[in-house]
């Protein structure tokens, strides 16, 4: 049986802020902007038989800010142990409504949702936030409303790290 495939090349556009705020500083003030995801109220929606509504009202309580962090890998614990000194979180950041106004266009929306962010300590002990700028992402699958989507996410991470306290200055500028 001949499998059929895609393959497509794509350009990312990656961000890296020099943040100028010290590392610790940065998390706990990210941490608090993008509170963690509560899934036990999400299978509550399910196991009572609630709707698509009921999910809405739920990440909407959940996201003061219109994101959600789902996951965080403190890489500074293992990485330690082969002596690297440099702190390092990674971050799964998102909203759940907003990956299925993707979806409903395109699944392959998911590769890049939730998105993922990376913060790690500079020489002076300062945060540096990176990560791939999520409308040329989601732009690179074609579908105009998935492109629509990932431009309103541009502004969603530069009002994200306002929130925290860092002017994005020319990082999105082409917004």
């Not at 890296?16 to 036990?40: C, K, M, R, Y």
Request: glycine share 10%.
């Amino acid at each position: 049986m001949t499998v059929g495939y895609h393959r497509q090349q794509h350009t990312m556009t990656r961000i890296d802020i020099d943040t100028g705020v010290p590392f610790a500083q940065f998390i706990d003030a990210l941490d608090e902007a993008a509170p963690p995801s509560d899934p036990a109220t999400l299978a509550r929606v399910v196991e009572s038989g609630g709707d698509w509504d009921d999910v809405r009202a739920a990440v909407a309580e959940n996201a003061p800010n219109g994101l959600i962090r789902y996951h965080r890998i403190d890489a500074s614990g293992f990485l330690g142990l082969a002596g690297h000194h440099t702190r390092a979180i990674e971050y799964l950041i998102g909203n759940a409504v907003i990956a299925e106004s993707m979806f409903r266009h395109d699944p392959r929306a998911m590769l890049y949702a939730p998105l993922r962010m990376l913060v790690y300590s500079d020489s002076d002990g300062n945060a540096v936030f990176t990560m791939d700028q999520p409308g040329p992402a989601f732009g690179s699958l074609g579908p105009a409303e998935v492109a629509a989507v990932g431009k309103d996410l541009d502004r969603k991470v530069v009002n994200l790290l306002r929130i925290v306290g860092v002017d994005v200055g020319p990082a999105f500028d082409q917004l």
